[in-house]
T-cell receptor, first 115, second 114 residues
């Protein structure tokens, strides 16, 4: 079946370390992949978008990689802070070049950063 | 401030009742979406609208209805036909399709059947 997989187990790390979250997908060839942050009881907030022809994208302490051969994206937060604690969702458009109206979201990975 | 507003934040529904969730945006976005979020699952698309007066079913449209009479408004009605409506509902908008652009989400409405 077609799906996006994110680690359902929470990730616990120490402040200052790099957090790495994984998003794997099957049976898709997305042109874009997105990452969102969601805090409890609130709507997701967009963080980064990476295109299929981009290997890596950076924004401040965030880095996203996109390996279309492995069908995997990695999301890194360097020098993590307790304020980074949240659930991180990956999302993609399963239908390449068809408008992106049916973006599919993963269930997310919960990140806890301890001081 | 530009943004997308959902109301109410919490909503309680009795068995057999229809309820309507409000979603308003002042971002001048053409596309709007409704998602449902259940614990441990990804967001699931209920309905989406590409332009005013047009909307399409998503993956789990049964038991829901929408309208798009104005660009800024996309209300969702949860009908009595929806057998398991308790969930967190999220409305979103984007300039066009989401694939190559970010979506802006509201703060969500938590619906509980009592």
């Amino acid at each position: 079946s077609q799906k996006i997989e994110q680690n359902s187990e929470a990730l616990n790390i120490q402040e200052g370390k790099t957090a790495t979250l994984t998003c794997n997908y099957t049976n898709y060839s997305p042109a874009y992949l997105q990452w969102y942050r969601q805090d409890p009881g609130r709507g997701p907030v967009f963080l980064l978008l990476i295109r299929e022809n981009e290997k890596e994208k950076r924004k401040e302490r965030l880095k996203v990689t996109f390996d279309t051969t492995l069908k995997q994206s990695l999301f890194h937060i360097t020098a993590s802070q307790p304020a980074d604690s949240a659930t991180y969702l990956c999302a993609l458009d399963p239908l390449k070049y068809t408008g992106g109206f049916k973006t599919i979201f993963g269930a997310g990975t919960r990140l806890f950063v301890k001081a | 401030d530009g943004g997308i507003t959902q109301s109410p934040k919490y909503l309680f529904r009795k068995e057999g009742q229809n309820v309507t969730l409000s979603c308003e945006q002042n971002l001048n976005h053409d596309a709007m979406y409704w998602y449902r979020q259940d614990p441990g699952q990804g967001l699931r698309l209920i309905y989406y609208s590409q332009i005013v007066n047009d909307f399409q079913k998503g993956d789990i449209a049964e038991g829901y209805s929408v309208s798009r009479e104005k660009k800024e408004s996309f209300p969702l009605t949860v009908t009595s036909a929806q057998k398991n409506p308790t969930a967190f509902y999220l409305c979103a908008s984007s300039p066009s399709g989401q694939g190559n652009t970010e979506a802006f989400f509201g703060q969500g409405t938590r619906l509980t059947v009592v």
